[in-house]
């Protein structure tokens, strides 16, 4: 990590660009990070594009609000949780290279995230499997950082990359909180306001985004790894069904309708098994106790039905094959035993010697129609020892 009392110079050689309003201008510095340009903002600070000239790569660079780190504890509380998400090392969490406090704020510098974020993404139409895929590696994302006592609070579709090879990476864990134990409000929780429908709550107030909290996040009590696990199953019953479980508005509102359940829509966007709604419906229960214990025993749960799923379709396909394979064997069996030739039973009785001998008989008589009877008898026995043979 570099040293945070490290002068900074931008790339004239000057001081650095002062802050304009809430964001930093191009070529400013923040350590020895280059400011490029702004990626994006949100309730908990703002994303730069920067160049790292000491590793000579592209990094995203956050920088967090001057208000959500102007108490000394809650800057130290930051700097001691990116230090512990920078420890995590998994495809499906963002790469943290950097934390330190520049300018009496707080920065990250992580990996540059080159894709749609989840959100954008399923706005295109998707497969069943690609959605449960998605999905999976999202929840292996935050369970290894729930591994490392790290819960994100506020996981949703934009908080999660689709990168062009189809990794999926968790990102923006400015709202983390190690396990420590700590309430998830920083002071007494504030009553809600007319902004509640942010896309991040206030500061002091339940941290997180209306429509993925748990009901104890909504509540402003402490929680744990299963919030995440709330968030997830929600962000994933919106993907397939094609709307939330629980509309937006007020906390007290969305805590009675997390209360009744979820309500499949009349025409949802998937046909979902039964046996994935049981899974989403228990991540989402209201008690913390009924989720599952953690995102493994989510994902082991859905993985264990998959493979059930491809079984049965296998074997499905297998039966059809032999069914057909079988069919000839069927259709001979009933037409019965092939019959020997039917021929062989007149041999000694009529064929081509017996002929002879009743031509030669009958030619030897004086009698001027002997041969004209050899030809009749001939052809009559003849045609009698084929119509024979066919019936037999």
Known sequence: MANSDEPTRSLTGTAPTP????????????????????????????????????????????????????????????LREGRAIAQISHPNVVSVYDVGTFEDEVFVAMELLEGPTLATWLRQPHTFEQLLDVFAQAAAGLGAAHARGIVHRDFKPDNAFVMPGGRVVVVDFGLARATDGLSDVDDELAPPSPDWDRRLTRPGAAPG??????????????????????????????ALYGERPFQRGHPSDE?????????????????VPSWLERILRRG??????????????LLSGIARMRRRKSIWK?????????????????????RGPACPPAT?????????????????????????????????????LTRYAKGWVNAH
């Open 19 to 78: 802050l304009e309003g809430e964001l930093r201008a191009p070529s400013a510095r923040v350590n020895r990070y280059i400011l490029l340009d702004t990626l994006g903002s949100g309730g908990s600070g703002v994303v730069y594009r920067a160049f790292d000239p000491a590793l000579t790569r592209q990094v995203a660079v956050k920088l967090l609000r001057t208000e959500a780190t102007q108490a000394a504890r809650q800057g130290e509380r930051l």
């Open 209 to 238: 985004t209306p429509g993925y909290m748990a009901p104890e996040q909504l509540r402003g009590e402490a929680v744990d790894a299963r919030a995440d696990q709330f968030a997830l199953c929600v962000a994933m019953w919106e």
């Open 255 to 271: 805590l009675l309708q997390i209360e009744r359940g979820p309500t499949v829509p009349a025409r949802p966007r998937h046909r």
């Open 284 to 297: 989402m229960a209201v008690e913390v106790g009924a989720r599952f214990r953690d995102m493994p025993e």
């Open 314 to 334: 296998a074997a499905g396909v297998a039966c059809t094959l032999l069914i057909v394979a079988m069919v000839p064997l069927v259709i001979s069996m009933q």
């Open 344 to 380: 062989d039973k007149l041999q000694g009785i009529w064929d081509t010697n017996t002929d002879g001998k009743v031509r030669a008989t009958l030619a030897a008589m004086t009698s001027p129609i002997a041969l004209q009877a050899a030809d009749f008898v001939g052809a009559r």
